[in-house]
């Protein structure tokens, strides 16, 4: 046979010759027979070989191959009841080792996430670690699914920046052609040049880089963010609508498509969360938890993570569900952009979702009337020079307008039950990681 079987569909080539490309997984070397498990992407299977003595020329690769060799195996696919591997086994005809592995692996099952890192794409080689990344694919498609049949538009801005875009500590500076740029911390800025654009709804999958000096599971100083903004809004209310809708399906795809293996593989269920998803504004929710025990140090005004745990406790004991929002921050803890309801300047227009006790998403409705957003900004120290590139596109009629911003890795990180966004990175980027 020529061309390449994947060994998941071996069982419809019994008593055929088959080729298998993959991996050698698991070395078995016997007095007369020799075993071996080779692994491609879709599953694993026995090679059985009975030794041949001298001049066998596949006896004497078995015997010399090393764990982790990219391997090329011509064989007949025969049914072996004994076997526990879908109850069949190939006889090798002829075994190539494309890429002899060095003995020795630098990892092994007891590595810690360090070392994995250090070699992620031997780690990537396990299958539960490459799960993550299949998965991944599926939201964002989904995701792309849900833009689509809304009217959205995919778009890609520029990730090097004159200013900052956010608050301006967490900025990453690039040195520029004799002057400074800022890799963007977020497209916000342009996002909403878009709406002002006259693009109705738009949207963007990109990287997103934060100077943040972060350790935690869920911090990262490279991210993927999912970004969302919608113009003629009448309300934060559409946006949060729109994200409870493209996270419904988002999870109904996952669960259809990899349900099965991520229990088996990782251990997590994929639960299809159901709308309207529970809102809390944050003094109700900053008052219940006080009531309930909880005490922040200093003056809170905002939720910690151990507040935004017990939320989620309280949250999932009311009403049974995993995600909760959470509303109307005050002004003071959000960006000069943030609209604020009629009479009501202290508060914002804002929201946070939380799922499973962790801040997934920010968004907010923004401040659309040229005026208005100049005097916020001010309020908040700014200096309005820096920001006239963006503060223009306020002044020739911008429609109300909302959005949010949603990090990946956290996201998949809650899905797939994983301890750390480290799991859920393809290759993670912290402050004491540049590489691989
Ligand atoms: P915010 O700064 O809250 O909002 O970011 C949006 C979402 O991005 C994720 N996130 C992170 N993920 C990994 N590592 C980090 N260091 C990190 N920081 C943030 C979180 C967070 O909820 N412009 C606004 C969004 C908007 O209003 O549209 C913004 O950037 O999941």
């Given at each position: 046979a020529t061309g390449r079987t994947l060994i998941r569909e071996l069982a419809s080539h019994l008593d055929g010759t088959v080729t298998v490309h993959g991996w050698i997984d698991t070395l078995r070397l016997q007095r007369r027979m020799q075993f071996v498990l080779v692994r491609d992407h879709t599953g694993l299977v026995q090679l059985a070989h009975r030794r041949g003595g001298e001049g066998d020329p596949i006896e004497a690769v078995l015997d010399t191959v090393t764990v982790e060799s990219a391997v090329r195996i011509t064989g007949k696919v025969l049914a072996n009841p004994q076997v526990r591997l879908g109850g069949l086994e190939i006889v090798p005809e002829r075994v190539e080792v494309l890429a002899a592995a060095e003995s020795?692996?630098?990892?092994?099952?007891?590595?810690g996430l360090d070392q994995r890192l250090d070699w992620r794409f031997l780690d990537l080689r396990r299958p539960s670690r490459r799960l993550v990344f299949e998965v991944q694919s599926t939201v964002e498609r989904a995701m792309r699914a849900v833009a689509a049949e809304g009217g959205f538009t995919e778009l890609h801005t520029p990730k090097l920046m004159g200013a900052a875009s956010e608050s301006g500590a967490e900025v990453f500076p690039v040195e520029y052609f004799g002057r400074t740029a800022y890799l963007a911390q977020s497209p916000q800025f342009y996002k909403q040049m878009a709406i002002a654009g006259g693009i109705d709804r738009v949207f963007e999958i990109g990287p997103v880089f934060r100077a943040e000096p972060s350790f935690t599971s869920r911090h990262a100083t490279e991210f993927t963010g999912v970004d969302v903004e919608m113009a003629w809004v009448d309300g934060v209310e559409e946006v949060m609508e729109f994200e409870e809708r493209m996270l419904r399906r988002v999870l109904a795809e996952v669960h259809a498509e990899h349900g099965e293996r991520i229990a088996e593989l990782l251990g997590a269920e994929v639960v299809v969360p159901k709308a309207p998803f529970p809102r809390i504004t944050l003094a109700d929710a900053m008052a219940r938890l006080r009531a309930g025990g909880w005490d922040p140090e200093g003056t809170a005004v905002d939720l910690d993570p151990a507040g935004e745990r017990a939320l989620a406790a309280l949250a999932a004991e009311e009403s049974g569900h995993e995600f909760v929002f959470v509303t109307e921050y005050p002004a003071g803890v959000r960006p000069f952009y943030h609209h604020r309801p009629p009479g009501r300047p202290e508060v914002t227009a804002s929201f946070d979702l939380l799922w499973k006790g962790v801040e997934i998403t920010t968004g907010a409705q923004r401040e659309h009337r040229y005026e208005v957003l100049c005097a916020q900004a001010r309020e908040k120290g700014m200096e309005l020079g820096p920001l006239a590139r963006y503060l223009d596109c306020f002044r020739y009629g911008t429609p109300p307008h909302g959005g949010f911003g949603l990090g990946l890795a956290r996201l998949l990180m809650l899905l797939l039950g994983l301890p750390s966004i480290r799991e859920a990175t393809f290759l993670f980027r912290g402050p004491h990681r540049l590489e691989p």
């Open positions: 020795g692996l630098p990892i092994d099952e007891r590595a």
